[in-house]
C-alpha cells in the first residue's frame, strides 16, 4: 500500500519526507508574494499576466466524448510508461486563469519538462470559446469526469497524475473513482466533497439576484477578508473572470456545480464496502479559504494511509497562485513519495552546485518496513507501506499533516 508519511505538526517551516521515504528532514521555504516574480500589483491587474504562457510549444486539441467536446492543451509527448500529469480548473476559471502562474513558476518547470502535461478546459470555459446554443444541457459533474477517459485514451496516456482546483478537483476525484486504474495519483486544491443542501442553495440563490455573476464566483474562489480588501488579485480576478471567461457558458457550469451530489467516498473501516480514493493524494487548502471546512471533511473520509493534508499560511483562496514556490515543493515530495524523484536545481536548499533536473524512477531496495515492486525500468510503481512498529505495538499509520 502507498504511503505518504505520519502526522507531522509544523510550527515554523514545512516537514516533508526526504527523495527515499526513510527519513524527515524540516524544510524552510522563503515567504512567497502572492504576485508572479518579476511584476508589480499594477502590472498584474492591467496585464493578461494569467493568460500568458512561458513557452510555444503547447498544442490545442478538441476532443470527442460521449458528452461533447471537450478543449484540451498539451506539451510534450507521453515518455514511456510515465504518467501525464493533468489538470482541472475550477468554476470561473479555465486552465490559463487557474493554473498559468503555477505551472511557469521556475521550479515547476524543472519537474514538469519531464512529464507530458495536459490542461483540461470544462466545455465552453476556454478562451474565446463560442456561447452555447439556447437549451444546451451542460453535463453533470458526472458525466465531465466521464468524458476524461476519452482525452486518456486521445493521447494514448497509461495513466495520469491530476492536479485539480475546486470544481477541478471535485471532477478528478470522480475520475478516479470510476476509472481507478487510470489514476496513479491526485492534488487536489479547494475540493468540497459534499453536495449543497438547501440552505446552501438558498443562500447562492439570493446571491445570484443580488451581485453580478464574477462577484458571486469570486465569493467561491477568495477568503472573506481578501474581498473586503479588494486587493490587487481579487480586482485582476474579477476582471479576468468578466472579459476572458464567457458568461452565459460559466453560469451553465456555475449551475451545475452548485447542483453536485456528495462524492460518495468513506475511509476504509468506517462503513462496510466503503469507497475512496485508491491512489495516493495530497489535500491542499488556504487557511481560513471558503473550501477549507470542505477539505478538513475530505481528508477524514481518505485512507490515511495514502493521504497528505497540507494547509497553507497567507496563501488565500488560491494557495497556486499566491505561494506556487511552497506548493511546487510540496509536489516535489509528493512525485518522490510515489516512486519518482527528482534533482532539482534549488538555491534555497543547496549552498553548492547540484545537478540539474532530472526525473528518474526512485529504485527502492528496502526490506524493512519500506516496499516496492518498483523499478528503474519505467515500470509503473505499485502500492508500498511505511509503517512504525515496536515491540508490543500495532501498526500505526497516520494522514501527514502540514502546515507552512
Given at each position: 500500500?502507498?504511503?505518504?508519511g ?19 528532514q524540516?524544510?524552510r ?22 493568460l500568458?504562457?512561458?513557452d510555444?510549444d ?53 519537474i514538469?519538462k519531464?512529464?507530458?502535461?495536459c ?18 444541457q451542460f ?44 489514476v ?32 458571486t464566483v ?26 476572458v ?12 456545480y ?12 468506517t ?42 499560511a497567507?496563501s ?26 527528482a ?13 540539474s ?12 518496513s ?5 523499478s ?29
Amino acid at each position: 500500500m502507498k504511503v505518504l508519511g505520519h502526522k507531522i505538526e509544523l510550527l515554523t517551516g514545512l516537514l516533508l519526507h526526504d527523495g527515499t521515504m526513510a527519513g524527515l528532514q524540516e524544510l524552510r521555504f522563503p515567504e512567497e508574494k502572492p504576485l508572479l516574480r518579476g511584476q508589480d500589483a499594477t502590472e498584474l491587474e492591467n496585464s493578461d499576466t494569467f493568460l500568458l504562457a512561458v513557452d510555444t510549444d503547447w498544442k490545442e486539441h478538441d476532443i470527442e466524448t460521449p458528452y461533447g467536446l471537450l478543449h484540451v492543451v498539451i506539451r510534450g509527448s507521453p515518455k514511456g510508461n510515465r504518467p501525464a500529469i493533468l489538470t482541472y480548473h475550477d468554476v470561473g476559471l479555465n486552465h490559463k486563469l487557474c493554473f498559468n502562474t503555477f505551472f511557469n513558476f521556475e521550479d515547476m518547470q524543472e519537474i514538469t519538462k519531464h512529464f507530458v502535461v495536459c490542461h483540461v478546459d470544462a466545455p465552453g470555459q476556454q478562451v474565446g470559446a463560442s456561447q452555447f446554443p439556447q437549451g444546451y444541457q451542460f453535463p453533470s459533474m458526472e458525466q465531465l469526469a466521464a468524458m476524461l477517459p476519452s482525452v486518456v485514451q486521445h493521447f494514448g496516456f497509461k495513466y495520469v497524475i491530476g492536479i485539480g482546483v475546486g470544481a477541478g478537483a471535485y471532477v478528478l476525484a470522480k475520475f478516479a473513482l470510476i476509472f481507478p486504474d487510470l489514476v496513479e495519483g491526485l492534488v487536489l486544491i479547494n475540493i468540497d466533497p459534499n453536495g449543497k443542501g438547501w440552505i446552501d442553495w438558498a443562500a447562492t440563490k439570493l446571491s445570484s439576484l443580488t451581485s453580478t455573476l464574477p462577484d458571486t464566483v469570486l465569493s467561491h474562489l477568495f477568503r472573506q477578508e481578501e474581498l473586503v480588501s479588494n486587493t490587487e488579485l481579487v480586482q485582476s480576478y474579477r476582471q479576468q473572470i468578466g472579459n476572458v471567461v464567457n458568461q452565459a457558458n460559466l453560469q451553465l457550469f456555475w449551475n451545475m456545480y452548485n447542483s453536485r451530489r456528495d462524492l460518495d467516498i468513506n475511509r476504509p473501516g468506517t462503513v462496510p464496502n466503503a469507497k475512496t480514493l485508491r491512489c495516493p493524494v495530497m489535500l491542499v487548502v488556504g487557511d481560513n479559504a471558503p473550501a477549507e471546512e470542505g477539505v478538513v471533511e475530505c481528508n477524514s473520509k481518505l485512507d490515511p494511509t495514502t493521504t497528505t493534508f497540507l494547509k497553507m499560511a497567507d496563501s488565500g483562496g488560491l494557495p497556486q497562485v499566491t505561494q506556487p514556490g511552497k506548493l511546487t515543493e510540496a509536489f516535489k515530495y509528493f512525485l518522490q513519495g510515489m516512486g519518482y524523484i527528482a534533482y532539482l536545481k534549488d538555491r534555497r536548499l543547496s549552498g553548492g552546485a547540484v545537478p540539474s533536473a532530472s526525473m528518474t524512477r526512485l529504485a527502492r531496495s528496502r526490506t524493512s518496513s519500506l516496499t516496492s515492486a518498483s523499478s528503474v525500468d519505467g515500470s509503473r510503481p505499485q502500492a508500498c507501506t511505511h509503517s512504525d512498529s515496536s515491540e508490543g505495538l500495532g501498526q500505526v499509520n497516520h494522514t501527514m499533516e502540514v502546515s507552512c
